[in-house]
């Protein structure tokens, strides 16, 4: 077992690191409290290989491994988590989703200009009525031969507003339960294909979330990604990577908390010493820098076990509903060393606990985090 970083890993990371100082720091505030993102910080992140990590460079991604994605996306989410949320959602849904599943045509037509982030892809599960039980489709996609008319409301996209290509999950056959299920590309402009309004988000405030709607929108037959009845099963094979990518952001919301209050609680005096001199504030610390790291060993477990081709349900849920928990923990301790400080939006830590809190909610809630690990203890 080796527990050192390859040199290119390092380099990877150091290179997000960089990025994420002079590139996302400088007006993250003022992009939370705008609720905006620029598109010129998205090609920037394209241009540097962070938007198709893991993508062949036969189609203009990286060809990096999973260990470098989720380097890139702690380090990015320490300093702004609405980026590495448009990171993840590209990566490990839109890219991966098409570079396994999708057949040559379709991967030479999308997944190219994702990879190097021409366009940026949003996936498109959720509705209204169906969140974490994904099997309660309500959007329809009904055969007509050539193409399919989708019909029905999805809510809660993440890129929802910015996205070129859209994965749509809709019910072809409701017979079938599940099985009845497809997934579908789409792309923005089509007839039919309406963006509701921004969401207004208590964290990730930089992203862009929307409800859409589908009013007999004219799919063609060859956007269908694999097989009759495959979309279900390319729904949860993808939110499974998924996983990892948001174990990352919750590692890195916690680790960006976690260095600015250790930095904080050194320049900060109070009863003639620094607070961290307190052991009520070095025991906190000491609890942080701990539960950090062992999160960082999920992620880094779950990161090697989609590497070697091993099974990562189990893995990448661990990571999620661990990393999350501790992000959410630690980010209201750093907001406590801060003090009143730490109430106001120019130390950055009362962001990070507001975007701590939707680790433990998207792509599985914790709860369904926790009934996965426990049907798979359970199997064995
Ligand atoms: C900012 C944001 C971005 C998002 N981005 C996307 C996106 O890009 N694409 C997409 O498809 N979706 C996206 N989502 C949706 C997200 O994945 C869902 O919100 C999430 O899966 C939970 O579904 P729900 O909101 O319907 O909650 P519900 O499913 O209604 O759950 C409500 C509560 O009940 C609990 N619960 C439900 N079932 C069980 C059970 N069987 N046992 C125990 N507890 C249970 C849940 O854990 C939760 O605490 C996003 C959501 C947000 C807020």
């Given at each position: 077992m080796d527990f050192n970083l390859t040199e290119e890993h390092i380099m990877i990371r150091d290179a997000?690191?960089?990025f994420a100082q002079t590139e996302l720091l400088p007006g993250v505030i003022e992009r939370d409290n705008a609720q905006t993102f620029p598109e010129s910080l998205v090609r920037k992140m394209g241009e540097l290989g962070f938007l198709g990590v893991m993508v062949d460079p036969k189609y203009g991604g990286s060809g990096m491994d999973a260990i470098s994605y989720?380097?890139?996306m702690e380090e990015l989410s320490k300093i702004?988590?609405?980026a590495s949320v448009m990171v993840s959602v590209n990566n490990s849904l839109v890219c991966y989703g098409l570079e396994s599943y999708a057949n040559e045509a379709q991967k030479e037509k999308y997944l190219t200009k994702l990879a190097k982030g021409e366009i940026i892809g949003a996936f498109c599960l959720s509705e209204p009525e169906a969140g974490s039980d994904a099997t309660s489709q309500k959007t329809t996609a009904i055969d007509m031969g050539d193409h399919y008319l989708l019909n029905g409301t999805k809510n809660w996209i993440t890129n929802g507003g910015r996205a070129g290509v859209?994965?749509?999950i809709a019910q072809t056959d409701k017979d079938k339960g599940h099985k009845g299920i497809n997934a579908f590309i789409l792309e923005k402009g089509m007839p039919?294909?309406?963006i509701g309004p921004k969401e207004d988000k208590l964290g990730i405030r930089g992203s862009d979330t929307h409800t859409l709607q589908f009013n007999d929108v004219k799919v063609p037959k060859e956007n269908r990604i694999g097989e009759d009845g495959?979309?279900?099963?390319?729904?949860?094979?993808t939110l499974s990577g998924g996983r990892i990518g948001i174990a990352a952001q919750a590692l890195g919301i916690a680790a960006g908390a976690y260095e600015l209050a250790l930095k904080y609680s050194k320049e900060r005096k109070a009863f003639g010493t620094e607070i961290c001199n307190h052991q009520a504030i070095a025991f906190k610390l000491a609890d942080m820098a701990t539960e950090i790291e062992a999160a960082r060993m999920l992620v880094m477990k779950a990161a090697w076990d989609k590497d070697q081709g091993n099974n990562y349900d189990m893995s990448s849920a661990m990571a999620k509903l661990y990393a999350s928990q501790v992000a959410m923990t630690?980010?209201?301790e750093a907001v406590q060393i801060h003090g009143g400080n730490g109430f106001v939006k120019d130390y950055h830590v009362e962001r990070l606990m507001r975007d701590a809190k939707i680790t433990q909610i998207y792509e599985g809630t914790s709860e369904i985090q926790k009934i996965v690990?426990?049907?798979g203890i359970i199997k064995g």
């Amino acid at each position: 077992m080796d527990f050192n970083l390859t040199e290119e890993h390092i380099m990877i990371r150091d290179a997000a690191r960089d990025f994420a100082q002079t590139e996302l720091l400088p007006g993250v505030i003022e992009r939370d409290n705008a609720q905006t993102f620029p598109e010129s910080l998205v090609r920037k992140m394209g241009e540097l290989g962070f938007l198709g990590v893991m993508v062949d460079p036969k189609y203009g991604g990286s060809g990096m491994d999973a260990i470098s994605y989720v380097l890139i996306m702690e380090e990015l989410s320490k300093i702004d988590a609405s980026a590495s949320v448009m990171v993840s959602v590209n990566n490990s849904l839109v890219c991966y989703g098409l570079e396994s599943y999708a057949n040559e045509a379709q991967k030479e037509k999308y997944l190219t200009k994702l990879a190097k982030g021409e366009i940026i892809g949003a996936f498109c599960l959720s509705e209204p009525e169906a969140g974490s039980d994904a099997t309660s489709q309500k959007t329809t996609a009904i055969d007509m031969g050539d193409h399919y008319l989708l019909n029905g409301t999805k809510n809660w996209i993440t890129n929802g507003g910015r996205a070129g290509v859209y994965l749509v999950i809709a019910q072809t056959d409701k017979d079938k339960g599940h099985k009845g299920i497809n997934a579908f590309i789409l792309e923005k402009g089509m007839p039919g294909f309406d963006i509701g309004p921004k969401e207004d988000k208590l964290g990730i405030r930089g992203s862009d979330t929307h409800t859409l709607q589908f009013n007999d929108v004219k799919v063609p037959k060859e956007n269908r990604i694999g097989e009759d009845g495959f979309g279900f099963k390319f729904a949860m094979k993808t939110l499974s990577g998924g996983r990892i990518g948001i174990a990352a952001q919750a590692l890195g919301i916690a680790a960006g908390a976690y260095e600015l209050a250790l930095k904080y609680s050194k320049e900060r005096k109070a009863f003639g010493t620094e607070i961290c001199n307190h052991q009520a504030i070095a025991f906190k610390l000491a609890d942080m820098a701990t539960e950090i790291e062992a999160a960082r060993m999920l992620v880094m477990k779950a990161a090697w076990d989609k590497d070697q081709g091993n099974n990562y349900d189990m893995s990448s849920a661990m990571a999620k509903l661990y990393a999350s928990q501790v992000a959410m923990t630690h980010t209201v301790e750093a907001v406590q060393i801060h003090g009143g400080n730490g109430f106001v939006k120019d130390y950055h830590v009362e962001r990070l606990m507001r975007d701590a809190k939707i680790t433990q909610i998207y792509e599985g809630t914790s709860e369904i985090q926790k009934i996965v690990i426990s049907r798979g203890i359970i199997k064995g």
